[in-house]
Antibody, heavy 124, light 107 residues
Framework: EVQLVESGGGLVQPGRSLRVSCAAS????????MYWVRQVPGKGLEWVAG????????NYADSVKGRFTISRDNAKSSLYLKMNSLRIEDTALFYC?????????????????WGRGTLVIVSS | DTQMTQSPSSLSASVGDRVTITCQAS??????LNWYQQKPGLAPKLLIY???NLEPGVPPRFSGSGSGTDFTLTISSLQPEDFATYFC?????????FGQGTKVEIK
């Protein structure tokens, strides 16, 4: 079955760090760019970060640049997001998403497969 | 950033109704516009990419149109499984941005 499963969310204090993970299965992970997108429950969607299939191209939203680091391990079919200096406004459901296109070395921003998300709550 | 404005924010409709949702971009995004459907408690699902191309398995009652700054998602005959929130997304300019969503509710 083609799927993405996020993990690692939880309650964390402001200023602390957290790493969330995404395990991919059912497709050739190394062929696709991957992304993190977040959603405040009941609200809209915000793209957070993207990484090309060989990690050569990485982009971040301005709201997380310098604080968050996206990475991947193709041998383990896994995507990661290390979040430092967390703020209350980072509280959200973090989704891992796969790019639709396998024939590009860059980031295309077509999110054709999503996980169910992992909830990050930043609170004192 | 390119702002995406959807209207309406919510609507009530009956099974069988024709439903239209609009999405306006704050600047020209050519045809780089996707639509997603999200049901409560579930992740978003890509419905339509590049304005009018249906993802595999998406029923033909869904269609998309538009170019430049103004886009439309149409459901020709609303079915019970279509009650959900719909988001547009532009990918022409970085960062990719989403509309605020349109919730389609049962009348």
């Amino acid at each position: 079955e083609v799927q993405l499963v996020e993990s690692g969310g939880g309650l964390v204090q402001p200023g602390r760090s957290l790493r969330v993970s995404c395990a991919a299965s059912g497709f050739t992970f190394e062929d696709y760019a991957m992304y993190w997108v977040r959603q405040v429950p009941g609200k809209g969607l915000e793209w957070v970060a993207g990484i090309s299939r060989n990690s050569a191209i990485i982009n971040y939203a301005d709201s997380v640049k310098g604080r968050f680091t996206i990475s991947r391990d193709n041998a383990k079919s896994s995507l990661y997001l290390k979040m430092n200096s967390l703020r209350i406004e980072d509280t959200a459901l973090f989704y891992c998403a796969k790019d639709k296109n396998s024939d590009s070395s860059g980031l295309n921003y077509y999110f054709d497969l999503w996980g169910r998300g992992t909830l990050v709550i930043v609170s004192s | 950033d390119t702002q995406m404005t959807q209207s309406p924010s919510s609507l009530s409709a009956s099974v069988g109704d024709r439903v239209t949702i609009t999405c306006q971009a704050s600047q020209d995004i050519s045809n780089f516009l996707n639509w997603y459907q999200q049901k409560p408690g579930l992740a978003p699902k890509l419905l339509i990419y590049d304005v009018s191309n249906l993802e595999p398995g998406v029923p033909p009652r869904f269609s998309g149109s538009g170019s430049g700054t103004d886009f439309t998602l149409t459901i020709s005959s609303l079915q019970p499984e279509d009650f959900a929130t719909y988001f547009c997304q532009q990918l022409h300019n970085l960062p990719p941005t989403f509309g605020q969503g349109t919730k389609v509710e049962i009348k």
